[in-house]
């Protein structure tokens, strides 16, 4: 495997980076707790038949409306930095 990061453990750093930002700097959003949890779920969307427009969209978070916890990659089957024991 190269070195190089799949794109989506790039983007699930960069919403870390963002979020611990957030955190690092109370006076800019307030004193109140902030908490990411990041889950796994399904995203559904349907399109007509020969239209490029979406139709409709469903989500799917599984495990009683909470979803499964991200540990791993689902494009490369890395571990996640901060990912949940």
């Known amino acids: 495997m190269s070195a190089r990061e799949c794109v989506f453990c790039r983007e699930y750093q960069s919403k870390r980076n963002v979020h611990q930002f957030m955190k690092d700097?109370?006076?800019?959003?307030?004193?109140?707790?902030?908490?990411?949890?990041?889950?796994?779920?399904?995203?559904?969307?349907?399109?007509?038949?020969?239209?490029?427009?979406?139709?409709?969209?469903?989500?799917?978070?599984?495990?009683?409306g909470c979803g499964y916890k991200l540990n791993y990659c689902p494009e490369c089957g890395k571990l996640l930095k901060g990912a949940p024991k």
């Open 25 to 64: 700097h109370p006076e800019w959003y307030g004193p109140i707790g902030l908490e990411q949890q990041y889950t796994v779920a399904i995203v559904t969307r349907t399109y007509r038949k020969g239209h490029k427009r979406q139709a409709a969209s469903s989500t799917d978070y599984r495990y009683r």
